[in-house]
Nanobody, 115 residues
Framework: QGLLVESGGGLVQPGGSLRLSCAVS????????MGWYRRAPGKQSELVAT???????YYADSVKGRFTISRDNDQNTVYLQMSSLTPEDTDAYYC?????????WGQGTQVTVSS
C-alpha cells in the first residue's frame, strides 16, 4: 500500500538546497510521529530528523543547522528542507510514520549532491 509517497529528490550542486515532501494518505495524519531516514548502498540506515505529532523536532548532528523538518497537518504532508548540501548528503531518503504499534514507510526518493 502506498500510504507514504516521497517526492522532491533530484540532483543538486554542493551548497544547494532541496525540499523533500512526504504525502500521507490518511485522515489521521496529525496523530502520527514523522521522520526522515537516509541510506546509501552498503551503509546502515541513518535517522535524519523527526517531528512528533506535538511539533517537537529532532535532528542528527550531521544535518543540524542545515536541515529543517516540518509538517502541514491540513495537507497531510511532512517536509524536509535541506540547505548547504554536500556530497555526503547523497542518499536515498525515506519517510516514516509511527503511531503506537503502527509503522509505515515510503519507498524513498533519491538525493544526489554532485557538481
Amino acid at each position: 500500500q502506498g500510504l507514504l509517497v516521497e517526492s522532491g529528490g533530484g540532483l543538486v550542486q554542493p551548497g544547494g538546497s532541496l525540499r523533500l515532501s512526504c504525502a500521507v494518505s490518511t485522515p489521521t495524519f496529525s496523530i502520527y510521529d514523522m521522520g526522515w531516514y537516509r541510506r546509501a548502498p552498503g551503509k546502515q540506515s541513518e535517522l535524519v530528523a523527526t517531528i512528533r505529532s506535538n511539533g517537537t523536532t529532532y535532528y542528527a548532528d550531521s544535518v543540524k543547522g542545515r536541515f529543517t523538518i516540518s509538517r502541514d497537518n491540513d495537507q497531510n504532508t511532512v517536509y524536509l528542507q535541506m540547505s548547504s548540501l554536500t556530497p555526503e548528503d547523497t542518499d536515498a531518503y525515506y519517510c516514516n510514520a509511527t503511531y503506537g504499534d503502527k509503522w509505515h514507510w515510503g519507498q524513498g526518493t533519491q538525493v544526489t549532491v554532485s557538481s
